[in-house]
């Protein structure tokens, strides 16, 4: 069983920054994938970003690539997702997601990640 949690949410104005953080318990970030998603007020759940253990790559959602950054601390198996030049467009809940190491075409699709985080709330507003 693998446990998420995250946490570094809360009201932010826009273009501003704020690190949202996940740490796993029960499996090593080794053995899993680990992804962040998000949750808009339309319930739209979007992809945000990965990392991709064959490869050893990052990926991201169009509307975020170039301004946030995925990062990881295996020793404290933990993820990070440093979020910057925020838009009122990224409210959302950010949620943690943990799943098997998968194929590339399937890090995007929500559905294949079996853990869940609780999420953490991004208000972007001035």
């Known amino acids: 069983q693998v446990q998420l949690v995250e946490s570094g949410g809360g009201l932010v104005q826009p273009g501003g920054s704020v690190r949202l953080s996940c740490v796993a318990s029960g499996r090593t970030l080794n053995s899993l994938t680990m992804a962040w998603f998000r949750q808009t007020p339309e319930n739209e759940r979007e992809f945000v970003a990965v990392f991709h253990n064959n490869n050893r790559r990052t990926y991201y959602g169009d509307s975020v690539k170039g301004r946030f950054t995925y990062s990881r601390d295996s020793a404290a198996n933990t993820v990070y997702l440093q979020m910057s030049s925020l838009k009122p467009e990224d409210t959302a809940r950010y949620f943690c997601?943990?799943?098997?190491?998968?194929?590339?075409?399937?890090?995007?699709?929500?559905?294949?990640?079996?853990?869940w985080g609780q999420g953490t709330q991004v208000t972007v507003s001035s």
């Open positions: 997601a943990a799943g098997p190491n998968m194929i590339l075409r399937s890090l995007r699709d929500w559905q294949r990640y079996s853990y």
